[in-house]
């Protein structure tokens, strides 16, 4: 079975760093797309980043863009998330997703590409 296991959230104050992993299971690695996704109280989840595992090509949210970075450990099949520079908007729970496929850059943020969904990781960013 498919399986994605999100960890490393936390409460940290505004300018703090965090990092978010998220370890897959099941499945061959390298022909997946791993994305994070966050839905914060009240709204809508949306997409953060995304990484195509065997090209490295990654694509970032404007809100993130030179806050976060996306990267993985092949060899033990996790995706991590640094998120430096945390704002209290960043609040919201955390989730990693994959889709077996490479896609266009252009929708790699879009939820409904990604098949595969782990639970989520609350990260609290206090002012």
């Known amino acids: 079975d498919v399986q994605l296991q999100a960890s490393g959230g936390g409460l940290v104050q505004a300018g703090g760093s965090l990092r978010l992993s998220c370890a897959a299971s099941?499945?061959?690695?390298?022909?997946?797309?791993i994305g994070w996704f966050r839905q914060a109280p009240g709204k809508e989840r949306e997409g953060v980043s995304s990484i195509t595992i065997p090209y490295g090509r990654t694509v970032y949210a404007d809100s993130v863009n030179g806050r976060f970075t996306i990267s993985t450990n092949n060899a033990k099949n996790t995706v991590h998330l640094q998120m430096n520079g945390l704002k209290p908007e960043d609040t919201a729970v955390y989730y990693c997703a994959a889709f077996d496929g490479f896609g266009s850059a252009g929708r790699l943020l879009e939820l409904g590409i990604y098949h595969y969904w782990g639970q989520g990781t609350l990260v609290t960013v206090s002012s």
């Open positions: 099941g499945f061959y690695f390298d022909d997946y797309t």
